[in-house]
């Protein structure tokens, strides 16, 4: 968005997810403009990773990257458990700021990762296609990944409760890099972990639990938790609604098909829709984050589409 670009400038990545006021801005800005049902804190995953003693930079051309991943015993140890209060006060101030902003019926949802994908990031120091470095240390050495593991939980139960007490009216659980992974990996080396996590900040507000990339492990991925479930677009909508016994479920269109005509757009919205036929419980939305390069206007489209559907009798 252009409006997003002009708050921006030349404010390097990492500063900019530090500046309450810039992050509530576009936060405020992206909800006002598309018109969408809920806003969501600018943010990012990783800036939690900072504090633990990762050197984080955002890197032009490359995106996240660790100067120091994590790749031994000792590193692990290394890593330090601090209140989010202290280290990142300013995520509190940008929560502030934007409630106070938002008209009163639009809720703000946080949101964080999943012990898994900031384990994985932190080990393999930026963006993988393979994951040598995280597969490697969880087979050959299960007890440090585990430790590790650990001290990701711990760390994203205090970050996303820190969340819900400077006022978040939901919280999204992003495992964004588990679809890596086999069933019995899932359930050996992360299931535990993440049901961890969401049972340290359940009960307060609602929890959306996301995971993108093997529809196989959503069955283990709702035992784990949370009030939503929330799928990619590779996974049947219904389908999988069923499949996971979950009262509500998010998605899941993909967000390539916004770089379609908008005829295209509005016949996959209304396709997706139609599926579950406005059965209670259903939240739409992409079925992964939005693409920089995605046309505004047919992002508007879509929302148009969404909040004018009536789904049709059976034929």
């Known amino acids: 968005m252009k409006e997003y670009h002009a708050v921006k400038g030349n404010t390097p990545s990492l500063d900019f997810f530090k500046t309450p006021h810039l992050s509530a801005q576009v936060t405020c800005d992206a909800q006002r403009i598309l018109g969408v049902d809920a806003a969501i804190l600018f943010a990012d995953l990783l800036p939690i990773l900072e504090p633990m003693g990762l050197d984080l930079d955002y890197l032009p051309g490359v995106g996240p990257n660790i100067a120091n991943p994590v790749r031994s015993g000792q590193d692990i140890d290394d890593l330090r458990i601090s209140p989010s209060i202290e280290t990142m006060p300013y995520i509190g101030e940008a929560i502030g700021l934007i409630r106070a902003e938002l008209p ?21 120091g930026q963006g993988s296609r393979n994951y040598i470095h995280v597969k490697q240390m969880m087979f ?17 139960i205090d970050y996303l409760n820190y969340q819900i007490e400077q006022g978040v009216q939901a919280i999204q659980v992003f495992d964004s890099w588990v679809g890596c992974l086999s069933v019995r990996d899932y359930a050996d080396y992360v299931f535990l972990h993440s049901k961890r996590l ?25 035992e784990a938790g949370g009030d939503v479930m929330a799928i990619d677009w590779r996974a049947p909508l219904a389908t999988s609604w069923d499949l996971m016994q979950s009262t509500s479920i998010q998605g899941n269109m993909d967000p390539v098909a916004l770089f379609a005509s908008k005829q295209a757009i509005v016949e996959t919205a209304e396709s997706i829709l139609q599926e579950v036929a406005c059965r209670p419980g259903h939240i739409f939305n992409l079925g992964h984050g939005i693409l920089p390069e995605t046309p505004v206007d047919n992002v508007k489209a879509l929302i148009d589409t969404v909040h004018n559907f009536t789904p049709r009798e059976p034929s």
């Open 140 to 156: 050959s050495d299960p007890g440090a990944f585990h430790a590790l593991m650990e001290k990701m939980t711990d760390a994203a």
């Open 104 to 124: 009163g019926d639009i809720p703000l949802i946080g949101f964080g990762g999943a012990p898994f994908t900031l384990a994985s990031y932190a080990i393999e």
């Open 198 to 222: 969401i049972e340290g900040i359940s009960g307060k507000v609602p929890i959306i639990h996301f995971g993108t990339g093997n529809p196989s492990l959503l069955p283990l991925m709702a």
